[in-house]
């Protein structure tokens, strides 16, 4: 979300991924968001909307820079950080 770029809530296609989360055995939900605000912010609205379903919402953390995407991360770190995630 973002709304300098107007990006809102609407663009981001949750209802998707509560309908999926709802309807399927997924135990997970990993949140992988931008360490900017903007991206805060969508992992913090992501994850308080799912809070009510019982499931289990992590973040990726150790080994990802703040700031830095995660399309010009190299495995090695991106596995580190799914190893290392942390319960929202």
Do not use: C, W
Request: no cysteine; aromatic share 6%.
């Amino acid at each position: 979300m973002s709304a300098i770029s107007g990006k809102s809530i609407e663009d981001l296609n949750l209802e998707t991924l509560y309908s999926r989360v709802k309807n399927s055995e997924i135990k997970e939900v990993i949140i992988a968001t931008s360490a900017t605000i903007d991206g805060q912010t969508t992992a913090h609205f992501i994850a308080e909307s799912l809070k009510d379903l019982p499931i289990k919402v992590t973040r990726l953390t150790h080994g990802v820079p703040i700031g830095s995407e995660l399309d010009y991360l190299d495995e090695g770190t991106i596995s580190i950080a799914f190893k290392t995630r942390s319960e929202f």
